[in-house]
């Protein structure tokens, strides 16, 4: 039952339950994809997607966007929290997966960032 939902510091504990299973999920589709697709620039856009960095957000996206088929991405766009502007102008492929590869090394700063944040909260 909803109403039997346990509270943990003001949140109900089934929102961790389920973003970690959300993320779970989308970890899956993207493992799916690296078959088809180059691995190690899926695995930055998943990471991206995990940041707190619109910027690094909006790369991952725009990667995205130009690499997934319309059949796939269409159907996955609603669980990737596209918040960019409507209207934005649209770089080369190639330029969009230089950023996102030069990105790497911040995307991994910014989530130990986050993880350090998310470990001190629940101290």
Same mark, same amino acid.
């Given at each position: 039952? *909803?109403?039997d939902?346990q509270?943990? @510091?003001?949140?109900?504990? /089934?929102?961790?339950f389920? +973003?970690?299973?959300?993320?779970?999920?989308?970890? =899956?589709?993207f493992? &799916?994809?690296? *078959?088809v &697709?180059p691995?190690?620039? %899926? !695995?930055i856009?998943?990471?991206s997607? =995990?940041?707190?960095? $619109?910027? %690094? !957000?909006?790369?991952?996206?725009?990667? %995205?966007?130009? /690499?997934? #088929?319309?059949?796939? +991405?269409q159907? *996955?766009? #609603?669980?990737? @929290?596209?918040?960019? #502007?409507?209207?934005? #102008?649209?770089?080369?492929?190639?330029?969009?997966?230089?950023?996102l590869?030069?990105?790497n $090394?911040?995307?991994?700063i910014? &989530? @130990? @960032?986050? $993880?350090?944040?998310? !470990? &001190?909260e629940?101290?």
């Open positions: 039952m *909803l109403d939902v509270v943990w @510091e003001g949140v109900p504990v /089934v929102d961790d389920v +973003r970690d299973r959300a993320v779970q999920s989308l970890a =899956h589709v493992t &799916l994809l690296s *078959l &697709l691995r190690e620039p %899926l !695995q856009a998943f990471r997607l =995990h940041t707190d960095d $619109k910027y %690094l !957000q909006g790369t991952a996206l725009e990667y %995205l966007e130009g /690499v997934l #088929p319309a059949a796939i +991405r159907p *996955l766009w #609603p669980y990737l @929290e596209d918040r960019r #502007p409507v209207s934005r #102008p649209t770089r080369p492929r190639d330029e969009v997966l230089a950023d590869l030069r990105s $090394k911040s995307i991994q910014n &989530l @130990e @960032e986050l $993880k350090r944040r998310r !470990q &001190l629940e101290t």
